[in-house]
């Protein structure tokens, strides 16, 4: 996990406090929304990934009134500081660091599974 928050913050030049609750929440909904099969093997990949993900869903009621969703984790992510512009280079880099850990086709067997990520990757 240290690996990627370190990468997140660097590329996308957000504090690592923040990378990491962003890879909580994304890799949340991927878990959700995208194939689940495929979404664990990148999970597995990444140590931590996992209380991260538990500690993201520990928001409260306020991501159950949003509901789910890209809509959903954009607002969460916007909650957090982040700009459109800075969400789409966390995207980015989270995806090529994917690639780096299960290979392209599997990422891109992700990106396309998931409704609406195309347009980040």
Do not use: Y
Not at 66 to 80: C, F, I, K, N, Y
Request: charged letters at 20%; glycine letters at 16%.
């Amino acid at each position: 996990m240290d690996e990627l928050v370190g990468r997140l913050a660097d590329k996308a030049g957000i504090d690592g406090a923040v990378a990491e609750k962003t890879i909580g929440i994304v890799l949340g909904f991927l878990r959700n929304e995208g194939p689940s099969d495929k979404v664990q093997v990148l999970i597995d990949q990444i140590p931590g990934a996992e209380a991260a993900i538990a500690a993201s869903n520990n928001s409260g009621g306020l991501s159950r009134l949003m509901g789910g969703g890209l809509m959903a984790v954009g607002t969460r992510l916007m909650g957090l500081g982040l700009s459109m512009s800075e969400i789409q280079n966390v995207a980015r880099e989270l995806f090529r660091f994917g690639r780096d850990k299960i290979g392209a086709d599997q990422m891109g067997e992700i990106i396309s599974g998931t409704p609406g990520l195309s347009q980040f990757a």
